[in-house]
């Protein structure tokens, strides 16, 4: 299923020109240390490029097949497994999660009993928040509830009794709100398979798209892209406790976490993989969904289906199951075509699929945050649309 990229055969024309240049730009200006960018249009690979280093200290130059750590790249091949098993009958979006966890009852702001089901969690309307977002002297602070990328050792059982012990921000489904929902849906599938995440995302995603690259595992570690971080001083590399300012927060990064075997299969931010994997999935979503779902179910998932609360957060977006969605162009101020489906990683990564332009980019890089939402992305974005 993986799109070929062996070689540089497939950079040419006003796109290639635009997207060298976005490109070149941030490693010249060293935003970026290196990047993998795929584009495909109409099921046909258009641009295939390597760029820079995969790791600065050794002088190691970026690959095509690099291995990346994925962070929130997770959620859509977790959001993808869950509606598998959503078709399969043996869940259904509107279960209450404590049909499989018993006892993960977070209580509203109130202290009151709350309700969550199955589409809160595929929504991020379910009241759920992340650390990062959490003040210094919060809840989720107080009770060291990780976000998946830090804390390598600690099971799921262990981070869920912490997440369950900090109150909801809102009643489920009453506002959106980025948390650690795609974690939960994680240990629900751990319970409902009765196997480790990653068994189950085999299963569920990879196999059937003859995929082996995109784990929550490093099988081939000389692939692996180290990873760094916009500081202060310039590029710097992670280490393990690295804190990354975000918006108002930090994230904690744990760069090695993905070797520690002790470390829980994180739904949301826990996998790692290449571009070329990242790609098919995504074709194979922008396509309809075969041999992974029914053209139905894809276009329930590319919808809004999170009542139009993350609009209140950023104009033109809502949210659908495992990405958002553009449902306004203009409001969004961007070039995409309206049902365009987008999302990133905080390692530093971004990727849309156009629908309506049979357009699917995908950009993985090693340096946080840059290459999730800095110049890079908009530059990026800007040269293939003024392509089109």
Not at 121 to 128: A, Q, R, V
Not at 264 to 290: C, F, P, Q
Not at 360 to 374: I, R
């Amino acid at each position: 299923m993986s799109l070929p990229l062996e070689n540089s055969a497939y950079r040419g024309g006003s796109l290639a020109e635009g997207v060298d240049t976005a490109i070149d730009s941030a490693l010249a200006d060293e935003r970026l240390v290196g990047t993998v960018v795929v584009i495909a249009r109409d099921g046909e690979l258009i641009y295939g490029r390597a760029a820079g280093l995969a790791d600065r200290e050794n002088q190691v130059v970026m690959r095509r097949d690099a291995i990346f750590r994925l962070a929130s790249i997770t959620k859509p091949i977790v959001a993808i497994a869950v509606m598998r098993l959503v078709e399969q009958g043996r869940i259904g979006l509107d279960d209450p999660i404590t049909k499989w966890l018993p006892d993960f009852r977070p209580r509203l702001p109130d202290g009151g009993e709350a309700v969550i089901r199955i589409r809160h969690l595929l929504t991020h309307t379910s009241g759920l928040s992340y650390t990062f977002a959490d003040e210094q002297d919060g809840p989720y602070h107080r009770a060291g509830v990780s976000d998946g990328l830090d804390i390598p050792g600690r099971s799921l059982a262990d981070n869920l009794t912490r997440l369950a012990s900090a109150p909801l921000l809102f009643s489920p489904g009453e506002a959106w709100h980025y948390s650690l929902a795609m974690d939960v849906l994680g240990g629900i599938i751990e319970k409902e398979t009765g196997g480790a995440l990653g068994d189950a995302v085999a299963e569920l995603v990879m196999k059937p798209l003859g995929l082996s690259d995109t784990a929550f595992s490093v099988r081939d570690r000389s692939r692996l892209a180290a990873a760094y971080m916009n500081g202060a001083s310039g590029l710097q590399r992670m280490r393990d406790e690295t804190l990354v300012p975000i918006l108002d927060g930090m994230i904690r990064f744990a760069p090695d976490r993905i070797f520690n075997p002790g470390s829980y299969h994180s739904g949301g931010a826990g996998m790692a993989g290449t571009a070329s994997d990242i790609l098919a999935i995504l074709e194979t979503v922008r396509k309809g969904g075969a041999p992974l779902l029914s053209a139905d179910t894809v276009k329930t998932m590319m919808a809004d289906q999170a009542g139009g609360h993350m609009q209140t957060l950023q104009a033109g977006f809502g949210f659908g199951y495992g990405w958002s969605v553009v449902t306004d162009p203009v409001a969004a101020q961007a070039p995409f075509s309206k049902g365009t489906i987008k999302w990133g990683g905080v390692y530093g990564h971004s990727w849309f699929v156009d629908p309506e332009k049979k357009l699917t980019v995908v950009a993985l890089t090693n340096t946080a945050l840059e290459g999730m939402w800095g110049q890079f992305t908009i530059d990026l974005r800007d040269a293939i649309y003024a392509a089109l």
